[in-house]
């Protein structure tokens, strides 16, 4: 029988974790736990975004500042917002929201967070410690699929997982991730040959391609944990990378489209923003 990956619960109970946590602070140390979102233009998918990243702050009894800028902003005004934010010590976490409008330079942006509070783990310092496996902060997707992985307790140590999907936000963190966890990781994308042949060998399938429906029931292995990244707007649904119908019956356990690895990211933002506070108080062992 597949087992339906419930993103959605698990990620209100890390989010529930969170807020004891955070209620725990408040009353003992007077901290509070704080996100400065920066949403640069009118992307109307970044707009919804933010306002759940900002309800889900709420909810867990953090503070949300957003930081709502006009898409004619300049890169010298936005990296003195950053700067701003890095020296504020109210601030523990900073979340460039992206894609940035085409003028501004992305990485250059990314690079100029404090690395202390790259709550998003983009930035080149933090990307090298996770490929060493010394990251505290660590990509928000890639660590919500992972957590699903063992909140359900699906075998990773020794199991083939496949990528599909190369990004730099999904596709490479989260091979990293696996190998680090003893899988066998083979990461394929667009160019890849016999793509269906590899991705049938998957005991973990993971698709971050952003392509609507790409895996379809011929490419699954029987029994395969099926892990759906995507998220593309088809008329006025959310459709994920995986033909979910008719992969469903198929696969050991699936994520579903929405509410699957989606509700995993803001809760693992979440999670990277407790870190932040732990790291700048030095609360870590
Ligand atoms: N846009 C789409 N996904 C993400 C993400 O994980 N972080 C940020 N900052 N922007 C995004």
Not at 55 to 61: D, P, Q, S, V, Y
Not at 150 to 160: K, L, M, N, Q, T
Request: aromatic content about 4%; proline content about 5%; hydrophobic content about 45%.
């Amino acid at each position: 029988m597949t087992v339906k990956i419930d993103g959605k619960a698990v990620a209100a109970s890390i989010r529930a974790e969170l807020k004891v946590e955070a209620d725990r602070i408040k009353k003992e140390k007077g901290d509070e736990i704080c996100l400065a979102v920066v949403l640069v233009g009118d992307n109307p998918a970044s707009h919804v975004y933010v306002r759940l990243k900002e309800k889900a702050c709420h909810e867990a009894g953090f503070i949300s500042v957003q930081h709502t800028l006009p898409k004619e902003i300049s890169m010298e005004e936005l990296l003195s917002l950053i700067e701003r934010l890095n020296n504020d010590p109210k601030v523990n976490g900073i979340l460039v929201q992206l894609p940035l409008p085409a003028h501004l330079d992305e990485s250059k942006v990314l690079d100029r967070i404090d690395v202390d509070k790259d709550v998003d783990g983009f930035h080149p310092l933090n990307v090298g410690l996770l490929s060493q496996k010394l990251a505290k902060l660590m990509p928000c997707t890639p660590a919500g699929c992972v957590e699903l992985l063992d909140r359900y307790h699906i075998p990773i140590e020794g199991s083939h997982a496949v990528i599909v999907g190369r990004s730099n936000i999904v596709g490479k963190p989260v091979a990293v991730m696996l190998i680090h966890r003893n899988a066998t990781v083979t990461i394929c994308h667009s160019r890849s040959k016999n793509l269906a042949q590899i991705t049938s060998q998957a005991d973990i399938l993971v698709a971050a391609i952003g392509k609507p429906n790409f895996i379809t029931r011929d490419m699954v292995k029987e029994g395969a944990a099926v892990i759906d990244v995507g998220t593309t707007k088809v008329g006025n649904n959310i459709v994920g990378d995986v033909d979910y119908a008719n992969v469903y019956d198929k696969a050991g356990w699936i994520t579903p489209v929405p509410g699957g690895v989606g509700p995993m990211t803001i809760a693992m933002l979440m999670y990277n923003t407790m870190m932040a506070y732990k790291i700048q108080r030095k609360l870590l062992v």
